[in-house]
């Protein structure tokens, strides 16, 4: 069982910046591929980032190429999102995603994690 707990989600002006935070809990410490995705009422669930196992691998959603960077650090067992001139349209609740430790490549689907966060919101003002 893997936990996962995101922070640093809030409200912003358009042009801000923050940098969303996710936590990995489990018993058995294994390093594995993260990813961010998000969500609007009534809309599915939308590919953000992703980043491999050991960081050598990251790919983002056209649009937040430029704008968002996702990192990992795997001895704090950590993913982050620094997100840079954000807009209205990137509000949304960002959620967190694990795949299972069999897979090492980065991935855009969100049916191929396996565990997810409770989500936290992120709000850009106009």
């Known amino acids: 069982q893997v936990l996962l707990r995101e922070s640093g989600g809030g409200l912003v002006q358009t042009g801000g910046s923050l940098r969303l935070s996710c936590v990995a809990s489990e018993y058995s410490k294994s390093d594995r591929v993260m990813g961010w995705f998000r969500q609007t009422p009534g809309k599915e669930r939308q590919f953000v980032a992703t980043i491999s196992r050991t960081a050598d691998s990251t790919d983002y959603a056209d649009s937040v190429k430029g704008r968002f960077t996702i990192s990992r650090d795997n001895i704090a067992n950590a993913v982050y999102l620094q997100m840079n001139s954000l807009k209205p349209e990137d509000t949304a609740v960002y959620y967190c995603?694990?795949?299972?430790?069999?897979?090492?490549?980065?991935?855009?689907?969100?049916?191929?994690?396996?565990?997810w966060g409770q989500g936290t919101q992120v709000t850009v003002s106009s």
């Open positions: 995603a694990a795949r299972s430790s069999f897979y090492s490549s980065a991935s855009s689907l969100a049916y191929e994690y396996d565990y």
